[in-house]
C-alpha cells in the first residue's frame, strides 16, 4: 500500500488515483488516509455489524441460521473503513472467511470508488416541486434532474458520470459534494429549475420552500372516493376530492353509484376521464393536492339548476385531509361556507390518520460491474455471473442491494440501512462506498477468487473496529 519518496517525512497513498504525498502528523486530500509516524492508516476504523449484545459474539452459537448472513447473529465485517485498493488488480482489502452453520463462507469487502455512481431520490409529497425533466441544482451547478413522478412522491435522479466526470470541475465537486452529504444522511438544500427550493435529508421529511411536509397523501382524489364513500353516504350529498392527477367526485364515482348516491349537479373543471375522475382540474401547484389551488369554489363551474338544489350540502378536501371545506347551496344554488358537522370534519381526520409521513428515501446506485470486480477475483467475469446466479449476495455498508437485471452488477441500496457515515469521497472526482460479496468457500475458489488473502474473521476483528449493532 505504501511507498516512501523521500526517507523524510512523507509517504505516498496508493489508494486512488490521486497519489496523495503525506506528511507526518497529516492526512490526504480525502481525509481518509493519514501519515502516522510514517505508516500509512486508514482514519476511520473498520465496522462490523453486531447483532448482539455480547462483548466478543463472533465465535459462540447463536439461535439457528436462516440463511441471511447479515441479519444472522453473527458479526458481519461490512467495507466501511475496510480501505480501498488502486490499481484494481490488487485484492480486496479484506477477504474474510467465517463459519456459518457448518458452511465456510467468504466476504469479501472493500470501499470500492464509484465515478459510475448517484443517488435516487424519493419525496413523498403531491407538491409541484418542477417539470419532469427540470434540472436539479446545488450551489447554482446542474447535479441532476427530475424524473417521473411516483404514486404520492416526486423522483429525482442526481449524480451519474455526465455529472461528476462530464461538466467542469466545479459541477464534478459540487455533485460529489451533494452525494456524499445525502449517503452520509446529511441535510442538502437543492433548487429545481422553475421549481421548488428543497431540503433533502434521507429519513426526514422534506422542506418545500421553507415548508416542512408532514404528510404523504392518501390516495389519488379518485382512490380517496373509493376508499371513504361509505363514510361521507349519510353525512353529505357531494364530496369533491381534489387532486392535481384525478380529482375525484363522489356522485358520479362508480363508488357513489353503487352506494346510490344520487346526481347532485355540482360539476368541477378539467378534462373528464371516467365517471367521477377528473384530469387537470387546475394548475400543478403547491396548493391543495399538489395543484395551484388556495380557494376549491376555483375549479367548480356553475351547477346545474335542473339536478342541484337549495340547501345542498357540498365537502371539498385535499388529498391529505389537511386542507377542506363545507358549504351549503343557498337559494340561487351558490355554495356559501357553513358549519361542518361533526361527523364530517371526522371524516377528514379520517383522510389524514390513513396518510403515511413524508419522507425523503435516498437510494445508492453504483455500478460494481467493472474493474472493481479484479479486487474479488482474477476472473472478473467469474464474480458477475455468481451473482447473476445468485451464488454472490451483494450488500453496501451491510444493507441489502437490489442487483438489476441485465448486465453488469448495477446496484441499488437504502442508505438509511447502512451504519453512519458509510460513505466517502476522492478528490478525482468519486463517491467512496462499502461494498461486500459474500458467498460460500467452495464457490469463491470456483469462480476464481483470491484464496491465498483469505483471513479468519477473528485475525480481523481486533480492538479498534467500530461495532454497531444491526
Ligand atoms: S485522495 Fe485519499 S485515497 Fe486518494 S491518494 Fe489521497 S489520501 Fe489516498
Known amino acids: 500500500m505504501t511507498e516512501r519518496v523521500r526517507p523524510s517525512d512523507k509517504i505516498r497513498c496508493d489508494a486512488c488515483p490521486v497519489l496523495c504525498y503525506i506528511a507526518e502528523g497529516r492526512s490526504g486530500a480525502c481525509d481518509r488516509y493519514a501519515n502516522h509516524e510514517g505508516e500509512l492508516v486508514r482514519l ?26 447479515v441479519q444472522s447473529s453473527r458479526p458481519f465485517v461490512t467495507a466501511i473503513g475496510a480501505g480501498t485498493t488502486y490499481p484494481d488488480y490488487k ?3 479484506f477477504i474474510v472467511s467465517q463459519e456459518v452453520e457448518g458452511a465456510d463462507m467468504i466476504t469479501v469487502v472493500t470501499e470500492g470508488i464509484f465515478s459510475y455512481c448517484g443517488v435516487k431520490v424519493k419525496i413523498d409529497t403531491d407538491r409541484h416541486i418542477g417539470e419532469e425533466r427540470a434540472v436539479v441544482r446545488v450551489d447554482g451547478e446542474p447535479i441532476g434532474h427530475v424524473m417521473t413522478s411516483e404514486y404520492g412522491s416526486r423522483m429525482l435522479s442526481l449524480g451519474g458520470v455526465d455529472h461528476l466526470t462530464g461538466g467542469s470541475k466545479k459541477e464534478g465537486r459540487v455533485t460529489c459534494d451533494a452525494l456524499l452529504g445525502l449517503c452520509n444522511l446529511e441535510p442538502v438544500e437543492m433548487t429545481i429549475d422553475e421549481g421548488a427550493t428543497l431540503t433533502v435529508q434521507a429519513g426526514q421529511p422534506p422542506v418545500i420552500d421553507g415548508e416542512r411536509e ?8 379518485s382512490a380517496a372516493i373509493g376508499m371513504f364513500a361509505a363514510q361521507w353516504k349519510d353525512n353529505v350529498d357531494e364530496v369533491v376530492v381534489v387532486d392535481d392527477h384525478i380529482t375525484g367526485v363522489l356522485s358520479e364515482h362508480q363508488a357513489g ?10 360539476k368541477v373543471a378539467g378534462r373528464k376521464s371516467t365517471p367521477g375522475r377528473y384530469f387537470q382540474v387546475a394548475e400543478p401547484g403547491t396548493g391543495w393536492g399538489g395543484t395551484n389551488v388556495t380557494d376549491p369554489l376555483s375549479i367548480l363551474k356553475p351547477v346545474d339548476p335542473k339536478v342541484a338544489w337549495p340547501g345542498l350540502k357540498l365537502l371539498m378536501v385535499s388529498t391529505t385531509g389537511e386542507q377542506w371545506a363545507y358549504y351549503e347551496l343557498d337559494d340561487q ?4 361556507p357553513a358549519e361542518i358537522t361533526t361527523a364530517l370534519r371526522a371524516s377528514t381526520e379520517r383522510i389524514a390518520e390513513n396518510c ?17 470486480r479484479a479486487g474479488v477475483t482474477e476472473n472478473p467475469v467469474g464474480l458477475t455471473k455468481s451473482v447473476k446466479a445468485m451464488l454472490t449476495r451483494v450488500t453496501c455498508g451491510g444493507a441489502p442491494a437490489y442487483v438489476w437485471p441485465g448486465g453488469g452488477i448495477t446496484v441499488m441500496a437504502d442508505v438509511t440501512q447502512m451504519p453512519t457515515n458509510a460513505f466517502g469521497y476522492v478528490p478525482t472526482p468519486a463517491l467512496v462506498a462499502p461494498i461486500e460479496f459474500t458467498m460460500r468457500l467452495e464457490d469463491y475458489a470456483a469462480l476464481g477468487g483470491h484464496m491465498d488473502k483469505v483471513r479468519r474473521v477473528e485475525d480481523v476483528i481486533t480492538p479498534e473496529i467500530r461495532r454497531v449493532k444491526g
Open 44 to 69: 476511520d476504523p473498520l465496522t462490523i455489524i453486531d447483532r448482539t449484545d455480547e462483548a466478543v459474539p463472533f465465535l459462540e452459537t447463536g439461535p439457528d441460521w436462516d440463511g441471511d448472513i
Open 214 to 221: 408532514r404528510l404523504m397523501r392518501v390516495g389519488c382524489g
Open 356 to 372: 403515511e409521513p413524508s419522507l425523503c428515501s435516498v437510494l445508492f446506485m453504483g455500478g460494481a460491474g467493472g474493474s472493481l
Open 257 to 266: 353509484r353503487l352506494l346510490d348516491i344520487p346526481p347532485t349537479g355540482i
Open 333 to 336: 344554488l351558490n355554495p356559501v
Open 91 to 93: 485484492p480486496a482489502p
